[in-house]
């Protein structure tokens, strides 16, 4: 039934226009605006509603993923634009915000909504 559909994830933010500002300008992402709606547009053509909510909870997971080629590379430019790392217990980071501690290298931040996302690095 859904196999030839393009299916879409979404989630929710308190306030779109942060969100703009912070997608658009802070990542460097595609973003446009329908209807009081944001769609996000990742590489390869994925496409991530936005959409505001009026009682909006953060997620507690990450809601967005970014693969780069030099974790230190994205997370110095990511800081140098105001992204603060977070830091999450039994998930020892190192003086950047990488946790290394297994699997691929990764740094978690949030968006003005509290919405965890992270960069991370195939080892």
Known sequence: MFKNTKAFSGFSVDDTEKAKRFYG?????????????L????????EVLV???ADHTPASFTILNFPVDDIEA?????GRRGVRFERYPG?????????????PFIAW????????????QER
């Open 51 to 53: 959409y505001p909510k």
């Open 109 to 120: 931040f949030t968006d003005p909504a509290g919405n965890v996302i992270s960069v991370l």
């Open 74 to 78: 994205a997370v110095d430019e990511l």
């Open 39 to 46: 769609k996000l547009r990742l590489a390869g053509g994925t």
């Open 91 to 103: 998930m020892d980071a190192d003086e950047k915000g990488i946790f290394r501690g297994g699997g």
């Open 25 to 37: 300008e802070t990542l460097g992402l595609e973003v446009s605006e329908e209807f009081g709606l």
